[in-house]
């Protein structure tokens, strides 16, 4: 299954130290461009290190090419949310990990699959990942 990520699941989990949770449930994860950009600001403005991010082999970015999509999107949503979603629909992803309403409510509407950081947390927790 092709899993798509925006900036708040990647993000939340790097916070927590659970980033290892993407790989072993997921395998691999697609984030759009922005969103990459989006979680270099963790390094750039909070100092944090991200070389285990950057370097992390089961994370892939892949820009979008439906622009006319992407600005349907971004009319209501922010950059990370819109490209996510435009990569979702490219790829013919599975799940797209994210957490804002409005990203969700998207997402529903246009029936993807979703979850965010607590659905992430508590697959992990049943397949015994995570305790």
Do not use: C
């Not at 996510?84 to 797209?96: C, D, H, I, P, T």
């Amino acid at each position: 299954m092709i899993v798509v990520s925006d900036t708040s699941a990647i993000s939340a989990l790097f916070l927590i130290q659970k980033l290892e949770l993407l790989s072993k449930l997921y395998g691999q994860v697609i984030v759009p461009t922005v969103v990459m950009q989006e979680l270099l600001l963790l390094e750039t403005d909070f100092e944090h290190d991200l070389s285990s991010l950057k370097s992390a082999d089961w994370l892939s970015v892949v820009a979008i090419q439906n622009e006319i999509l992407f600005q349907k999107y971004r009319a209501v949503l922010d950059e990370g949310e819109s490209q996510a979603l435009v990569l979702v629909k490219e790829l013919s992803a599975g799940l797209l990990l994210i957490d804002e309403m409005r990203g969700r409510a998207v997402a529903q509407a246009e029936g993807i699959a979703y979850t965010g950081v607590l659905g992430i947390l508590l697959s992990a927790k049943a397949k015994g990942i995570y305790l």
